[in-house]
């Protein structure tokens, strides 16, 4: 089945205790994008990749950070997590180039620091 | 840079009823795509509908469709014959059709809570 895993789906923390949330796609995507989703805000772009080796901040890019060291896998890791970054996380894969489809996402990570 | 505006919070109709969901965007391209996302309690974020902005029609997937007006940057969701099922956030969505700097992000509105009234 064609999907975009992320885990986990809940997570608790204390602020400034490191955490990944991993996020892999079984669809051979080179587009792949990390979202949080915040009430009242929508879904905003946090990081984005197109290829291996190739990521870009979006549009709240502030105490996140990616990498793409392999085509299926788009971890998100916050270095050191505050009470502002508990939010809803998706991660999301497409073709790149084709704007015809819109994204597969993950499941969603609710995050919640304390 | 695009924005996305959906104007009502909540909207609550009743079951086998229409519903009209509202957005309106803002952008400077005349290529692009628009999307209607679904999603329910579970938060799995379900596509609905998609609709090219070259494209006069206006795009319909069984009881949920579109009134795309290019001028007026409005593209609204119609959901006929209202079920129990299609309770859930519904969120509007722009696409660009050229990746500019190679970040073909999705620009989301704040989204619309659907209540289905028995």
């Known amino acids: 089945e064609a999907q975009v895993t992320q885990n986990p789906r809940y997570l608790i923390t204390v602020t400034g205790k490191k955490l990944t949330v991993t996020c892999s796609q079984n669809m051979n995507h080179e587009y792949m994008s990390w979202y949080r989703q915040d009430p009242g805000l929508g879904l905003r772009q946090i990081y984005y990749?197109?290829?291996?080796?190739?990521?870009d901040k979006g549009d709240v890019p502030e105490g996140y950070k990616v990498s793409r060291k392999e085509k299926r896998n788009f971890p998100l890791i916050l270095e050191s997590p505050s009470p502002n970054q508990t939010s809803l996380y998706f991660c999301?894969?497409?073709?790149?180039?084709?704007?015809?489809?819109?994204?597969?996402f993950g499941s969603g990570t609710r995050l919640t620091v304390v | 840079a695009q924005t996305v505006t959906q104007s009502q919070p909540e909207m609550s109709v009743q079951e086998a009823e229409t519903v009209t969901l509202s957005c309106t965007y803002d952008t400077s391209e005349s290529d692009y795509y628009l999307f209607w996302y679904k999603q329910p309690p579970s938060r799995q974020m379900i596509l609905v509908i998609r609709q090219e902005a070259y494209k006069q029609q206006n795009a319909t997937e069984n009881r949920f469709s579109v009134n795309f007006q290019k001028a007026a940057k409005s593209f609204s969701l119609k959901i006929s014959d209202s079920q129990l099922g299609d309770a859930a956030m519904y969120f509007c969505a722009y696409r660009t059709y050229i990746s500019n700097f190679g970040n073909e992000k999705l620009t989301f509105g704040t989204g619309t809570r659907l209540t289905i009234i028995p």
């Open positions: 999301a894969s497409s073709l790149y180039g084709d704007p015809t489809k819109g994204y597969t």
């Open positions: 990749s197109m290829n291996v080796e190739v990521t």
